[in-house]
């Protein structure tokens, strides 16, 4: 990400939202949003003219052990602007509403990190798994997904003979 | 000297069939019985025609495609040019399972591909290969060939229909819309052979055309458009949307194995060698040519029309199908009804002039 | 009236015509296509998950497999996002021989979707016409790096190997022949009319679905937005370059074929600017052999020959990725399979799935 978006810009984020995080220090700061207020962040900083972030580029989801995280990557077109924003998610019940409202083409990439990552997005129109099985059990992605082996399969040849 | 005028005078095919039926008449001395076994010799050698014709066009057909595609083509079974390749497809189709799919309509299934072949090898008796050797030179030959080449629809409906296969039923249905609607065309552009010739009779057709011109030259409209409907009525690309493996894998063929796909393979192929005779009978003046015996003009025409339908198939791409049917209402229909028009003015002029 | 019912056609995953294991299913009006949904994951290698128990550099041969028949531009971007996140500085002749190589390879790509194009639309002499000269650029390949596919040559910090001598002499010959094969799809395709009839004016696509689509590529520059990463980020030695971004008007399938065309000029374009201004030098950065990035992440993309190619990768500090996530372009693009097929027919849904381009290789990652 070569250009990301002012700090001056966060600020007014921050006042617009007050419960949105982030860390002034670093270089390239990602903005924490809870997930209630996701959606209304979202279409925030793609409707308001100051943001015009048009386009969301990548969503994808990290398994942190304790907890997950969500990341979306917005993209400003004009000022080649980039945002980073988060949203932190129990481990146990992981849930997030869907921004498939504000950007309708996350609709894949939303039920891939649900059928990876076992994240359910509330107001999805089509949540169903789309690179594994239907009646695959887990969540490959996460941290402690343990791979089942196939069933035991008669070897042909025995073992040192 | 003698046999060179018998040839030139009446064809080295007709002589030969006369000869027959000499030894026929020595050996049974008997006209019914004699004339019996000339039909019979007729059906053997149409039978044959055909069968060598699937065999030399499978052939022809991957070397002329890969001319078109700069390869080489089958280059190892049989010597370098690969001659018995046709050979080796032959036997690996005969070798192949039969695999009958599940849930399909079995008799209707089976009799599909041995119906095709019916009419397909029917329309062969028709057709004058030389002067006087044809097996029923009927006075309604077109008529009686059209109305058994339409046939053909009904065993392409049937064996979509009782494969049970989406892909098979769609295959089957636009078989029909297809078929039917390139009828239209294909029979009006013969109209205006049939006014220029005054006959029905194919070969009062070839005559005509050695008195006249080739019809090729009296009738240009009426050649291409049938030309066009002839190869939809094969199935060929740039209208083999029955096939249309793109989209439909194989339609309704995409059931069959083994040898009965062979038997749809054949019908095919007896289809292109027919609809070559048809245009070589009615616009390339059949038979009449200098120099050489008529039946080689023969040959060589069929094979020239062959060689036109395998360079269409191996250029265009395919039609979707509305475009076809809009294609053979709009444009074909009222162009051969136009042909029809100009050619009965044309010859009303003729007569006052 | 007589009563008629919608069926369902499933397409795939084992179909003539669906480039790989997609599986699409039509529910059908006759020949009208009321909806297209498309089924994935038959190809699924868990490649994501892979590269987390891998380092950095023995990740780079995983992205091979992921658009296989662009495997250049695939090692570029994740090579880049790795050097992004560990600082890497790439000396000047390797981000030059990765251009040339890049750019080989889009054209490579683009021949395989005219070739494939062609081939679903019915016409097999195209198809065998442009695997022919796609051949060519397997044969410089094959002299850079000693593979025709999965080729494994960009490599952190640079590209594996310096280009052979005779190099520069074969690829020349290749960029003069580029118009004189391009005049051939001229005649045997563009110049069909029934060709033109089977493109123009089917599977339109709006500016506002396609954006909404999130679509990119070329898909997204048919329908008249001149969106390439090339242009858009600038990364790399791209705006030392000059280059003209074709866009269609209409975008239909005609469109997304032409767009696609023109593209193939403008990379020989380029390929010609770097040959010319090749440099010598250093082919590989020098950094440790374990590379160990700081924690932190990192979010490169580069214009892929399918579209917006986006690596994220997620560092802890140790030797593996924490997290890779890959966006693949063909995967996004899918989504507008549904509106480009909606009321057209059979016939123009293989052509769609031709113009949509997608790999499955990379869509089912």
């Known amino acids: ?161 | 000297m003698d046999i060179l005028n018998m040839m030139m005078g009446q064809g080295v095919v007709s002589t030969l069939a006369d000869q027959l039926h000499n030894l026929f008449m020595l050996l049974f001395d008997n006209a019914v019985v004699a004339g019996f076994l000339m039909k019979c010799v007729g059906i053997g050698a149409i039978l044959g025609i055909i069968s060598v014709a699937a065999i030399v066009f499978t052939y022809g057909e991957r070397k002329v495609c890969a001319f078109m595609q700069v390869r080489i083509g089958p280059n190892r079974v049989g010597g370098r040019f690969g001659l018995l390749q046709p050979i080796a497809d032959m036997l690996k189709l005969m070798s192949k399972e039969d695999i009958i799919p599940q849930g399909c309509d079995r008799v209707v299934w089976a009799l599909g591909p041995m119906l095709l072949f019916v009419p397909t090898a029917l329309i062969y008796a028709f057709f004058p290969f030389d002067n006087g050797v044809a097996l029923a030179d009927v006075n309604v030959g077109i008529f009686l060939m059209l109305a058994i080449s339409s046939q053909a629809v009904l065993p392409f409906l049937i064996s979509g229909y009782a494969s049970n296969s989406k892909y098979a039923f769609i295959g089957g249905m636009r078989t029909v819309a297809q078929m039917l609607s390139y009828e239209a065309p294909m029979v009006f552009s013969l109209l205006g052979v049939v006014m220029l010739s005054g006959s029905m009779r194919m070969s009062d057709i070839v005559n005509a055309q050695s008195e006249q011109l080739w019809f090729i030259l009296m009738q240009p409209i009426a050649f291409v458009v049938f030309v066009i409907s002839a190869t939809a009525e094969t199935n060929r690309v740039p209208f083999d949307l029955v096939e249309g493996e793109a989209e439909i894998v194989a339609g309704p063929f995409a059931e069959y194995s083994g040898m009965r796909w062979a038997l749809f393979f054949l019908a095919e192929y007896a289809n292109l060698l027919s609809v070559s005779i048809l245009t070589t009978v009615f616009f390339l003046g059949g038979w009449n040519g200098p120099f050489l015996p008529g039946v080689v003009w023969f040959g060589l025409k069929v094979l020239a029309m062959v060689f036109v339908f395998m360079w269409f198939r191996w250029t265009f791409p395919r039609t979707r199908i509305d475009q076809m049917l809009a294609f053979s209402w709009k444009i074909l229909l009222p162009l051969a009804l136009v042909n029809v028009l100009f050619t009965g003015v044309g010859i009303y002029a003729r007569q006052w002039m | 009236m007589p009563k008629t019912e919608t069926y369902t056609l499933s397409m795939g995953p084992q179909h003539p015509s669906t480039h790989g294991v997609l599986q699409v299913r039509l529910d059908l009006d006759g020949e009208n296509i009321l909806k297209a949904t498309p089924y994935m994951g038959y190809l699924h290698r868990g490649i994501e998950k892979l590269l987390e128990s891998r380092t950095y550099i023995q990740g780079v041969p995983y992205t091979d497999r992921l658009d296989y028949v662009s495997s250049m531009n695939n090692n570029l971007g994740y090579c880049r996002a790795v050097e992004e996140l560990a600082q890497i500085e790439v000396p000047e002749r390797a981000e030059y021989i990765r251009v040339i190589v890049a750019e080989l390879n889009r054209i490579a790509s683009h021949l395989v979707f005219i070739g494939s194009l062609a081939n679903d639309l019915g016409a097999v002499t195209g198809m065998i016409y442009a695997f022919r000269d796609r051949e060519k650029i397997l044969d410089l390949f094959d002299l850079v790096c000693g593979a025709r596919m999965t080729f494994h040559y960009i490599r952190v910090g640079g590209v594996s190997a310096d280009l052979p001598p005779e190099f520069a002499a074969k690829c020349d010959e290749f960029l003069k022949i580029v118009p004189e094969f391009m005049q051939e799809y001229e005649d045997i395709l563009t110049g069909n009319e029934i060709l033109q009839h089977r493109l123009h004016g089917t599977s339109p696509m709006t500016k506002e679905q396609a954006l909404s689509h999130n679509m990119t590529g070329p898909n997204i520059r048919a329908v008249g937005i001149p969106f390439d990463i090339r242009k858009v980020d600038g990364y790399g030695l791209y705006p030392k370059f000059e280059f003209d971004v074709p866009v269609g008007e209409n975008g239909d399938n005609w469109d997304r074929y032409r767009v696609r065309y023109q593209e193939i000029y403008e990379s020989a374009k380029i390929i010609r600017q770097a040959l010319d201004g090749l440099p010598e030098g250093d082919i590989m950065a020098k950094f440790p052999k374990v590379l160990r990035p700081p924690k932190g992440e990192v979010f490169s993309r580069t214009e892929g020959t399918r579209g917006e190619l986006g690596f994220y990768i997620v560092s802890d500090g140790s030797t593996k990725p924490y997290r890779v996530h890959i966006r693949r372009p063909s995967f996004i693009n899918l989504q507008g399979l549904d509106d480009m097929c909606r009321g057209m027919l059979i016939g123009d849904s293989v052509a769609a799935f031709s113009a949509i381009d997608p790999l499955m290789g990379e869509v089912d990652c």
């Open chain 1, 1 to 161: 990400m070569k250009a990301y978006i002012d700090a001056s810009l966060l600020a007014i984020l921050k006042q617009k939202f007050p419960s949105v995080e982030y860390d002034g220090e670093a270089a390239q700061p990602a903005v924490y949003v809870p997930a209630a207020e996701l959606v209304a962040v979202l279409s925030f900083l793609r409707d308001d003219e100051r943001f015009a972030f048009a386009r969301l580029e990548n969503l994808t989801s990290v398994d942190y052990q304790t907890y997950f995280e969500m990341v979306y990557h917005l993209f400003n077109w004009n000022t080649g602007a980039w945002i980073t924003v988060k949203v932190k998610l129990d481990h146990e019940q992981p849930a997030v509403p869907s921004v498939t409202g504000v950007f309708p083409g996350v609709e894949f990439e939303e039920r891939e990190v649900y059928d990876l990552m076992g994240i359910g997005f509330t107001g999805h129109p089509d949540l169903r798994r789309i690179l594994m099985a239907d009646d695959f059990e887990g969540h490959p992605l996460r941290k402690d997904y343990k791979q089942i082996m196939p069933p035991h399969v008669p070897r042909i040849r025995k073992e040192g003979r």
